[in-house]
């Protein structure tokens, strides 16, 4: 990998980060209503680590999508201190708008969170 494409993966995180954020801060204010922008800003790192991690570990395949979007999920729950089924609606929503935010953005490059 060369320089200019480290710099540019790196941007393109930093901007993944700043719109995953944005996105989870009115999701969640919309459902949770009790949110700040902080915690929806520690939602999108774990999220980001999680994806990471996953096809780190996993590979670009099914399982790695599975394993990664239970995992994020499990911080979602934890962080908002939402039930189950409350915190997967806010994931897919939150996924959803992420979906069509990046492919707008030209930012697509693997499932999940931008």
Excluded: C, E
Aim: a positive charge; aromatic letters at 10%.
């Amino acid at each position: 990998m060369t320089s200019l494409q480290l710099d540019n993966s790196a941007v393109i995180f930093v901007i993944g980060l700043v719109i995953s954020t944005i996105i989870i801060f009115i999701v969640t204010k919309l459902f949770r209503g009790r949110t700040n922008i902080g915690k929806a800003f520690v939602t999108a790192v774990i999220g980001a680590l999680v994806w990471v991690v996953a096809y780190r570990l996993l590979g670009h395949g099914l399982l790695a999508i599975v394993i990664g979007g239970i995992a994020w999920l499990l911080a979602l729950k934890g962080l908002y201190g939402l039930s189950w089924t409350r915190a997967a609606i806010i994931a897919v929503i939150i996924w959803i708008v992420s979906y069509f935010v990046s492919v707008a953005l030209g930012l697509r490059t693997a499932p999940g969170p931008l």
